[in-house]
């Protein structure tokens, strides 16, 4: 009887807020989820957390160390990633950050490749920007993550001192320039000695990552490792 009950309630909810599928317009799905089982299935997986030498590590070959680097899902134009991405930087779906997290979190917990990292940094916005949009992706990424593969959060140990203009159609060297000096540290001692991961939600050129983590590096003893959601190919 209270399944029955429990399903009705369900049903009924349902016709209030209707809860779509993001990809295929679908309503068969569970709450909590932004994409059906078969949108979801069709996310292209890079497999790259259990990879040694995978290419967002060979991204940052010489320009910056980095013990670990992978990103979950291969970021293209106008593809299923790009509208969840779009989601959460531009439509203020601060839920789909957090869910975009839990799936790098589960892929995370399925290997042991990243186990040594200590704690999360999310990659900082500018605070003015940060102020106009409400939140920062990178900290609700990292509280999805967290989610599920417990590891402590450590948001406010470095800063984004410039507010760089947005680098979506700027080449390499202009995404370098963009963003050269734009970092400064914040609170070196949360960050003293440990295995850090700075969290992204896509890496393209890589040079937000490098420019942020070259000032992390600094900090005696601190690790450094790179997490995306996205990588852009």
Known sequence: ???????????????????????????????GNFLCAKCFYELPETGFFTVADNPVEKKFYG?????????????????LLQRLVYELKYKGNMQMGLYLGKLVGYQLQDNNR??????????????????????????????GIASVWQKPIISHAVSRAVATTTQTKQNISSRWENVDGAFAISNADALKGKHIALVDDVITTGASVEAC????????????SVIGVGFTI
């Open 1 to 31: 009887m209270l399944t029955t009950i429990k399903s009705y309630l369900s049903d009924f909810t349902h016709l209030l807020y209707p809860h779509n599928c993001e990809g295929c317009g679908t309503d068969v799905l569970d709450n």
């Open 63 to 79: 320009r910056l160390k980095v013990e670990q680097a992978a990103s979950s899902y291969y970021f293209t134009k106008n593809s």
């Open 114 to 143: 990243f186990d040594a990292i200590e704690a999360l940094v999310p990659m900082p916005l500018n605070a003015k920007r940060e102020k106009k949009r409400g939140y920062n992706q990178a900290q609700l990424i990292c509280e």
């Open 213 to 224: 983590g070259s000032e992390m590096v600094k900090i005696p003893g601190v690790r450094l």
